[in-house]
């Protein structure tokens, strides 16, 4: 071993707007820098927004690797999470038996998941 898992990044063209989106919905702090965004979750894991002017969102369902990488999030109840998630600014794409699939309000695909 030589570390230990610190955070993972998420580009973006708003990092302010897709931290916030993501702390609605998993609480934590948010530090800002210039062109960086943290979401400080109460774990102790970090979710990172990176400014990215170019940004294109990846395809789900995608066959050819556009799906780069996603997140799943822990709920207790799927149905009683939609509405929250929804409301936060997330986009729903399918139901499967244990999790949802979504996308974040920039496109980056995560599931809800129990």
């Given at each position: 071993m030589i570390g230990e898992l610190y955070g993972v990044v998420l580009d973006c063209p708003d990092p302010a707007t897709l931290?916030?989106?993501?702390?609605?919905?998993?609480?934590?702090?948010i530090q800002t820098d210039v062109e960086w965004v943290d979401l400080?979750?109460?774990s102790g894991v970090i979710i990172s927004f990176q400014s990215c002017p170019g940004y294109v969102p990846p395809r789900?369902?995608?066959?050819d690797?556009?799906?780069?990488?996603?997140?799943?999030?822990r709920v207790a109840d799927l149905a009683a999470a939609d509405?929250?998630?929804?409301?936060?600014?997330?986009?729903?794409?399918?139901a499967h038996d244990g999790f949802y699939v979504y996308l974040d309000p920039v496109g980056h695909p995560f599931c809800t998941v129990l």
């Open positions: 931290a916030e989106f993501y702390r609605s919905l998993l609480g934590g702090r400080v979750l109460a789900w369902p995608g066959t690797g556009d799906q780069q990488a996603h997140l799943d999030v509405p929250t998630v929804r409301a936060a600014g997330g986009r729903f794409l399918e």
